[in-house]
């Protein structure tokens, strides 16, 4: 949900607060479900950026460019796509903002051409956090059902400062 939410917000700053977005989802996925939830329910706050479209591409990037394509020319005043996995939305011709920050992505990203952001988990905090968790566990104090951990986004800025 998270990495929705941040997404939007990088996105509607990024238009400017004005546009019309289509979504790449995967229903299939329960964490992408969540992903597109997240995105959805933080775009409300943006009434001048407006999701005009959504496809499930089942997680194929032949089958997302396809379906994109059909898309965009039934759509074509899109300005941005918002994809909850990097994967299918490798497109090279509109604004994009994925998740998870694939190495294709990262290179598309580094390059300044459409993908401008994807929105990425940190493992190593997570390793971090689940060995803390293990310890409390063994140490049989209490442990939350469920621990978030934050993300953040990688653009063209943060991949200058590695």
């Known amino acids: ?5 941040i ?5 509607a700053a990024f238009l400017g607060g004005r546009g019309e977005v289509a979504i790449v ?4 996925v329960p964490w992408l479900v969540e992903r597109e939830q997240g995105f959805r329910t933080a775009m409300r706050e943006h009434k001048t950026v407006r999701i005009v479209d959504s496809v499930d591409a ?5 089958g997302a460019l396809s379906l994109l394509e059909t898309l965009l020319q039934a759509r074509r005043e ?5 994809a909850v996995d990097d994967g299918p939305a490798l497109r090279a011709d509109l604004f994009i903002v994925g998740c998870d920050g694939s190495p294709a992505t ?3 990203i580094r390059s300044e051409g459409p993908f401008k952001a994807s929105v990425v988990q940190q493992p190593r905090q997570m390793g ?7 310890v409390r566990h063994f140490d049989d104090e209490p442990v939350a059902p ?3 951990i934050p993300v953040r986004v990688v653009n063209v800025d943060t991949l200058r400062r590695k």
């Open 58 to 62: 089942g997680g194929s990037r032949e």
């Open 1 to 5: 949900v998270g990495m929705g939410r």
């Open 146 to 148: 469920r621990v978030l």
């Open 128 to 134: 971090v956090r689940v060995i803390q968790l293990m």
């Open 7 to 11: 997404a939007a917000e990088y996105l």
């Open 78 to 82: 899109t300005d941005a796509i918002f």
């Open 106 to 108: 990262l290179e598309l």
């Open 25 to 28: 989802t995967h229903s299939g």
